[in-house]
């Protein structure tokens, strides 16, 4: 968050000393004024990120994804040479199509 804040005569005397004695800038010193006053966070809190949240549809794309793979990992080196083959060639294509209109590579 970006915040603009007045500050009177006096204040701003105090902040422009602080800058030149501890050479850091303004707003570094007002950040670190806010967070002093934090109250201390949790240690999980800090660390844990939230949990997010699949709905139905979601969760039978995040399963047929996951079917895929274990299905490629299972592959005979032939399929999985095969399928490499493709990808490559998707590749080329879809270069080529953006060659033609003038726009950058996606896969240099």
Same mark, same amino acid.
């Given at each position: 968050?970006?915040?603009?804040?007045?500050?009177? =005569?006096?204040?701003?005397?105090?902040?422009?000393?602080?800058?030149?004695?501890?050479?850091?800038?303004?707003?570094?010193?007002?950040?670190?004024?806010? *967070?002093?006053?934090? =109250?201390?966070?949790? =240690?999980?809190?800090?660390?844990?990120?939230?949990?997010?949240?699949? *709905?139905?549809? +979601?969760?039978?794309?995040?399963? %047929? %994804?996951? +079917?895929?793979?274990?299905?490629?990992?299972?592959?005979?080196?032939?399929?999985?040479?095969?399928?490499?083959?493709?990808?490559?060639? %998707?590749?080329?294509h879809l270069n080529a199509n953006r060659a033609e209109l003038g726009e950058r590579l996606v896969f240099p």
């Amino acid at each position: 968050m970006i915040l603009n804040i007045d500050v009177n =005569p006096q204040e701003e005397a105090w902040l422009a000393d602080q800058t030149a004695q501890l050479g850091l800038p303004a707003a570094e010193i007002v950040k670190r004024l806010i *967070d002093a006053q934090l =109250p201390p966070m949790p =240690p999980q809190a800090e660390t844990a990120e939230p949990k997010p949240v699949i *709905d139905a549809k +979601s969760a039978a794309a995040i399963a %047929l %994804l996951d +079917s895929w793979i274990a299905e490629g990992t299972g592959a005979d080196e032939e399929t999985k040479r095969q399928a490499e083959l493709e990808l490559e060639e %998707l590749k080329r294509h879809l270069n080529a199509n953006r060659a033609e209109l003038g726009e950058r590579l996606v896969f240099p």
